[in-house]
């Protein structure tokens, strides 16, 4: 027993021993490490090894991205920078400057502040790079032999040599491979001199509308911009009309389908001449003038917003200036802008004086256009359209109010007892009960003596309502003929 109690104390010495030992142990690691981290970084050493790799990747990376956008711009040189779409030229450029700047991140040990700004400068420059190297003044070598309007219609290859043209035969080649593709569709090349990045998503569209394409592609260049628009369905002659709305055309090939135009931004109007106060001020003396310009410029959204204003102000003043330049807008295709058009015709309803045969022409063909797109049809113009040609409006009504009663029960109570005729050719024992109920509704309201046979046969109906209908109806009608 002695022995068991000695031994005890002998053991756990020993235990401690070996803790200690392994704490020492333990103490030497650190202490080692401690020694290698303070020989290794010192507070005016701010790269280490793989912070210098870091950091000399990030500068790389960033001043490639930028010589590539340079030499795109030069005239000399062409490379793939230029064959993207504008949209494609700003990802590549600023996911390669957004990357360079995560590189260049934890690549100091110290100076975080100036490493910080680094990065944020790389990132800046990723997002201005395609618009800062592509965006030029209008040199002193710009043409000044344009030709006008009519001319460009009539331009011919001969023109090519004229002086001072930016278009370059290798600036075709992304045109030309379309061509290949597709020889039997329209397409054309048209290059706009001298414009910028900002407004080229605008000009991509309004061309797209313009010349009722499929689609347009832009392709930036060292001088402008090159807009390939594809399966154009105006017609040849309206191209160079259409191009000399965006400036003066300085060389045009109809046959080859490329024009060249020296871009004007006042000519366009993309961007507005007049502050949001004197466009919504009727009070304001330059507010009629104000709206039309915005009438008259590429812009859907804009045009939309002056055409809804100058409808709810109903200004009595300069009426026929205003009816004119919504008719001259109206001459451009808006199909592909459904809001934008729907604005317009509400405006010239508004405007256009009773018995306006040019607008009554324009709100027709919007009101089948609607109607072959199964679009929704602006009351006020249907309104308008019934005031100017009731008779001519009693079939494609009925048709409509047949297919939904309901949302055309205004309309059809326009037409008055112009639409009787068709109704009641509508009245039989096989017609769907709630079409029967809507078409009983309207001849009690509207109806004469000469529909009371048909609706005599509606009286052996097999629904008791229906019947029950029919002879309310019958008896409204006599009550009435008998007055």
Sequence with gaps: MSDEFAAAPVAKTAEVAEVMAQSRILQRRQAARAARMS???????PFSMLGKVRCGLAIAMFLICAFVFMLGDSETYKTPINQLETEYQYVVS????????LFLLPSFRSHKFLISSSAIFMVAMGCVMPMMWHAREPQEGTPTEVKDEADATSADEDASTQKGR??????????????AEAPRNSHFAIFLTNQNSSTRTQVRESLTRLLQAEYTRAYTRANGALYVVANVRARRSNVARVAARYGQVVYANPDAGVYEVAYSAEKTNFVSRYSSEVLGSPQNPNFVGANVSELMCLDPMRVSAAAHTLAS??????????????????????????????ALMEALVVYAPQGDNEAVQLLRSYFESNRAQRRGISLPVMRRLIMEDPDGMVEPVVQLWSANPIAWNEMIGALGSR?????????????????????LKYLADYGTAKSIPAIEKLLSHSDSLVRHKAEKTINTLRARNSR
């Design 419 to 439: 639409a009787e005729e068709q109704l009641i050719a509508k009245v039989s024992l096989d017609t769907d009960l709630q079409l029967l109920d809507s078409v």
């Design 94 to 101: 600023i996911g390669t400057c957004l990357l360079a700047a």
């Design 313 to 342: 102000t109903n200004v009595q003043v300069l009426r026929r200036d205003i009816r004119d330049a919504i008719v001259q807008v109206l001459r451009d295709p808006w199909d592909s802008e459904p809001e934008t058009y729907q």
């Design 166 to 179: 930016f278009l370059t035969d290798s600036d075709l080649d992304v045109f030309r491979a379309l061509c």
């Design 39 to 45: 020989r290794e970084f010192h507070a005016d050493v």
